[in-house]
């Protein structure tokens, strides 16, 4: 076919001429403060058949949900936005191995939190 120009073969999801879209970064809400920030900056703790255990891997099967390393984000979800996130009632057990986590984490600190306000997207900081 002469005249007719081939279109280039490009991978999935990539358009001639474009440039590289942005890679995306999971998004997590901290149940303590409810501020949004990336996924990696959390902790973990997940629900699990045994109990509730801290996920600093991010990777054990089970219901999770994510705190800032804040106490005052600890203090604020153990208070029952936890178990609310996790679905279940935490037992003393529960309670008393996330405490002793809380106590090894440090003070809050002075540096400003930054993310999105869960309700209008707006970029926010504790600030």
């Not at 804040?70 to 279940?88: H, I, M, V």
């Amino acid at each position: 076919m002469a005249g007719k120009l081939a279109t280039p073969v490009l991978p999935k999801g990539r358009v001639a001429g474009s440039a590289r879209k942005a890679k995306h970064v999971p998004q997590r809400t901290c149940v303590g403060c409810r501020t949004v920030l990336a996924k990696r900056t959390l902790i973990r703790v997940v629900r699990r058949s045994d109990g509730v255990a801290v996920d600093l891997s991010g990777k054990l099967a089970g219901r999770g949900a994510y705190i800032h390393n804040r106490k005052s984000c600890w203090e604020r979800a153990l208070k029952g936005g936890l178990a609310n996130a996790l679905k279940t009632a935490l037992t003393t057990e529960d309670r008393q191995r996330l405490e002793e986590f809380m106590s090894s984490l440090p003070e809050d600190s002075a540096e400003p939190l930054t993310g999105k306000d869960p309700q209008t997207g707006a970029e926010v900081s504790n600030a």
